[in-house]
């Protein structure tokens, strides 16, 4: 049924595991809309009480393909937000079952953001956490301007988004981005048992406690996506956004103008 994913049940936890591991796990259109669909399926399977996301190979998910972005009969910046990005991180909050997130590799970009918005986030010792939108001119998305903020502070989240760093996956648990570091062998195994032991508690009871969150940590996150997705319009409307791309897929550095 699923082409970019790889989804299988466990008892009450449903796996969902990005899949396309020749790009690590970079999102286009149909690997987005897969994903919300097997969320809804999620949500509306009474047999499901838990939700395990994850990445194939040795990636979680490297962001946005930017093939897609840049191709001219793709979505555009535009729906690729209002119909990818948005839609995807407002389920993951929205779901009434916990979602526990499987950091095994690499996260970047859209695929960072997405993986802040889990309720559980566990990380292989490997993996890195890279706001990496700055370098080929964009905003960061999918939340991350108002996620990473709340998680991490406003000094580290500024400077990660500006700078791009890449953040190990202990640094990301010091400040407080993650659960906890998991060594990479163990991390399937470990993610599993966390996702069984919520699909054993009282479901609406987590689902009652996941909107009290949302309502503190994730409050006025709708608004948010929204003012990053006309930012990133504007942002993908300039020069440096061409230059980033360009110098991307020829792997040199980019000349940005500042315009």
Known sequence: ????????LHGSVVRIALNRPEVFNAFHRDMALELQHALREAGADANVRAVLLTGEGRAFCSG??????????GP??????????????????????????????????AGANLALAGDIVLAAQSAKFIQAFSKIGLIPDTG??????????FAKASAWMMLADAVSAEEAERHGMVYRVVADEALA???MAVAQKLAAMPTEALALTKEALNATVFHGFDEQLELERRLQN??????????????????????????
């Open 1 to 8: 049924m699923y082409k970019y994913l790889a989804v299988a």
């Open 64 to 73: 946005q393909d930017l093939a897609e972005a840049v191709d001219p009969n």
């Open 76 to 109: 555009g910046l535009d729906r690729i937000l209002r119909e990818h990005y948005n839609p995807l991180v407002l389920q993951l909050r929205a779901l009434r079952k916990p979602v526990v997130v499987a950091v095994n590799g690499v996260a970047a970009g």
């Open 144 to 153: 991350g301007t108002l996620t990473l903020p709340r998680l991490a502070g």
């Open 189 to 191: 195994d470990e993610a």
């Open 234 to 259: 504007l942002a993908g409307a300039t020069h440096d956004f061409s230059e980033g791309v360009a110098a991307f897929r020829e792997k040199r550095q980019p000349e940005f103008r500042g315009q």
